[in-house]
């Protein structure tokens, strides 16, 4: 690694703050992006035992539910009359329902409403649909363009260095697997965005480690919108973490991710895992983003975060002009539908 990019997270908070914010508003000026959306978790039932997860039903949550595809399709209906444009769907990865219930998601509610983003299944369920179906990941992928999935969210990454993901999610997609499927989709002509669970076992080499493979992808690629740090919630999981982030870590990861990835578009700071007070301040350290309405938050909720319930709309454009940001609307792929003067 470059010893002067490992040396920027030496640097002062608000020289990096200066440097990122200078890359941000050349690209974006004092907008912040947010969309108006619905997640859709159907099954929390998994097969994999990721130690930092406390969605999936265990012994220390345990509810196990599974959605029937008509429940799911009835959820997107109901927000899309509400106004969501995009519906967000992340599952578990449940051994008791088959390929065709995942895919039977994704294509009952492109029947119903056609004009929805849907924004589906991480890399993980990629690699475990083709591990269940016995397809290969191209195969998988091209099945999921056929039922109506738009783009793919990031999920899934957590951190990329081999020794940490081991002791944090054994078993999961490889690092090397996730570029892959993310490469698989690209080269599709579709996007994705890329996330980064940090602030648990992880130092600062594995997250600009991190932030390197994903940077070497993009250069390859382009198919990258968003770049996320998804701030570790501590609640209701197995990983042992004594040592918390400070804001001042946090506003740093952020800084530090909008230099490095000046060839992502976006950074998303996601208000679930901020806060949404911390995630307006990362406005102004080089975050252009801060995701949605959602309407119902599960996976960071169970792990402490405030965010079950989603964020009222008049609420969250308030809360942007207030503190200094133009608030802007945005479709799933950035293309701005209202901005709020
Ligand atoms: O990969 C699980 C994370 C991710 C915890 O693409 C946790 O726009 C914090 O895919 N603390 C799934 N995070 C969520 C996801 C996502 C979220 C927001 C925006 C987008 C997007 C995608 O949730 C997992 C994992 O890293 N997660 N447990 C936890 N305790």
């Not at 002067?4 to 002062?12: C, W």
């Not at 200066?18 to 000026?29: N, T, V, W």
């Not at 738009?150 to 090397?176: L, Q, T």
């Amino acid at each position: 690694m470059d010893y002067s990019i490992k040396k920027l997270y030496d640097l002062d908070l608000f020289e990096l703050g200066e440097m990122a914010k200078e890359i941000r508003e050349k690209k974006f000026g004092r907008k912040m992006y947010f969309n108006i959306n619905r997640h859709i978790n159907p099954t929390n039932i998994c097969k994999d035992v990721c130690k930092f997860c406390a969605f999936s039903a265990h012994r220390k949550n345990p509810n196990p539910y599974t959605l029937s595809v008509e429940e799911c399709v009835e959820i997107a209906k109901s927000a899309y009359k509400k106004g969501a444009k995009e519906v967000h769907i992340v599952s578990a990865h449940n051994p008791n329902v088959g390929y065709d219930y995942y895919m039977s998601i994704v294509k009952e509610i492109r029947k119903e409403l056609p004009d929805i983003h849907i924004k589906a299944f991480t890399a993980a369920e990629v690699n475990f649909f083709s591990e269940i179906s016995s397809k290969s990941y191209e195969e998988v992928l091209d099945d999921m363009i056929d039922a109506g999935v738009d783009s793919m969210p990031g999920g899934g990454a957590e951190i990329f260095d081999e020794s940490i993901r081991n002791k944090i999610c054994k078993g999961k997609v490889s690092s090397e697997n996730w570029l892959k499927i993310h490469k698989l989709w690209h080269k599709r002509g579709r996007k994705s965005n890329a996330t980064m669970l940090f602030g648990h076992i992880e130092n600062r080499d594995h997250r600009i480690d991190h932030m390197l493979r994903l940077k070497r992808l993009q250069d390859e690629t382009n198919g990258f919108n968003a770049f996320i740090p998804l701030v570790y919630q501590r609640k209701n999981n197995f990983l042992n973490v004594k040592n918390f982030l400070t804001s001042v870590e946090i506003l740093k990861t952020v800084a530090i991710s909008r230099i490095l990835l000046e060839n992502i578009p976006h950074i998303k700071a996601y208000w679930p895992v901020f806060t949404l007070n911390l995630a307006i301040v990362a406005g102004e350290y080089g975050a252009d983003d801060i995701d949605g309405t959602i309407e119902k938050e599960s996976i960071q909720s169970s792990a402490g975060a405030n965010s079950s319930n989603g964020l009222d709309l008049e609420e969250l454009i308030f809360r942007i002009k207030d503190a200094g940001f133009i608030p802007v609307e945005r479709d799933s792929l950035y293309n701005e539908i209202k901005v709020y003067k």
